[in-house]
């Protein structure tokens, strides 16, 4: 994967819990998803297509979650209802959109969102395409963004970001 998709996702995310949430995110070093690893407890799923194709996810812990969903929408939300999964859905769309705006010279667009709901679920992504985990810490506890993504013509962004490894 091309690291120039990595650091819109991390400013992207630092932006909308900033603004909306009044939440600073850090992050922690990325890796590499290995195949075995579940994803948390939440799940907020969109894909990707144009000249980046792929999925971005957004991953929480059931209790992160529900922080989240509080803050977000002013009020608590059961995790089954449609509310939990509207605000869910909503905090990944625009994170994507956020950082999907930062593809300089990309065409690209972003699916509706999916809202996966269960402990230690498993989202599969696309064989060919390396998936990069980077972890958040926010007050209202963890958050894994997943990143699986690639640019159909095999160019590099001009995206202004730095190596995976870099901290935002």
């Known amino acids: 994967m091309d690291p120039n998709y990595i650091k819109p996702f991390i400013a992207s995310i630092q932006n909308v819990f900033s603004t909306m949430m ?3 995110v850090q992050t922690l070093a990325p890796f590499l998803r290995q195949d075995n690893n579940p994803d948390l407890d939440v799940s907020g799923v969109i894909g990707m297509s144009g000249d980046v194709t792929g999925s971005v996810v957004l991953s929480f812990p059931q209790g992160t979650a529900e922080n989240l969903v ?3 929408s002013g009020q608590k939300a059961d995790m089954g209802s449609p509310e939990f999964a509207d605000a869910i859905g909503e905090l990944v769309n625009m994170v994507a959109g956020g950082a ?4 300089k010279n990309r065409k690209c667009s ?3 969102p999916s809202v996966i709901v269960g ?6 992504q696309q064989s060919d395409v390396p998936c990069i985990v980077i972890p958040c ?3 209202c506890g963890a958050v894994h963004i997943l990143i699986a993504i690639k640019s159909v ?3 590099a962004t001009n995206a202004g970001a730095t ?3 870099a901290k935002a």
């Open 22 to 24: 009044q939440l600073e």
């Open 70 to 72: 509080a803050l977000f």
């Open 100 to 103: 999907k705006a930062m593809f």
């Open 110 to 112: 972003i699916s509706t």
């Open 119 to 124: 402990r230690n679920h498993r989202i599969a």
């Open 137 to 139: 810490s926010t007050n």
């Open 153 to 155: 013509d095999g160019q």
């Open 163 to 165: 190596p995976v490894a």
